[in-house]
Nanobody, 117 residues
Framework: QVQLVESGGGLVQAGGSLRLSCAASGRIFSINAMGWYRQAPGKQRDLVAVISSGGRTNYAGSVKGRFTISRDNAKNTVYLQMNSLNPDDTAVYYC???????????WGQGTQVTVSS
């Protein structure tokens, strides 16, 4: 099993920045893609950004140019640097890791990000 521990959420004013971290631990044989999703109240969970094991990235259109995803393979950790935050970014952010030959999904517990106007 893989456990994911997220940190870095909080309350920030519009225009501000936050950095989320997600560390994976447990029986890790191989981590493939790592990513971040978010879910606002009453809405579905949507992809924010993903990074492959080779470092290839993909972003939701709404965050391109403002958010940057990165990973430290030695630490089994993925980061999300969020700049120029606006109230529409308010949501619970979830870390996602795909691991093993079956590319199984693992999820973090979620961290709240609130952007005030």
């Amino acid at each position: 099993q893989v456990q994911l521990v997220e940190s870095g959420g909080g309350l920030v004013q519009a225009g501000g920045s936050l950095r989320l971290s997600c560390a994976a631990s447990g029986r890790i044989f191989s981590i493939n893609a790592m990513g971040w999703y978010r879910q606002a109240p009453g809405k579905q969970r949507d992809l924010v950004a993903v990074i492959s094991s080779g470092g290839r990235t993909n972003y939701a259109g709404s965050v391109k140019g403002r958010f940057t995803i990165s990973r430290d393979n030695a630490k089994n950790t993925v980061y999300l640097q969020m700049n120029s935050l606006n109230p529409d970014d308010t949501a619970v952010y979830y870390c996602n890791v795909k691991a093993g030959l079956a590319n199984k999904d693992y999820w973090g517990q979620g961290t709240q990000v609130t952007v005030s106007s």
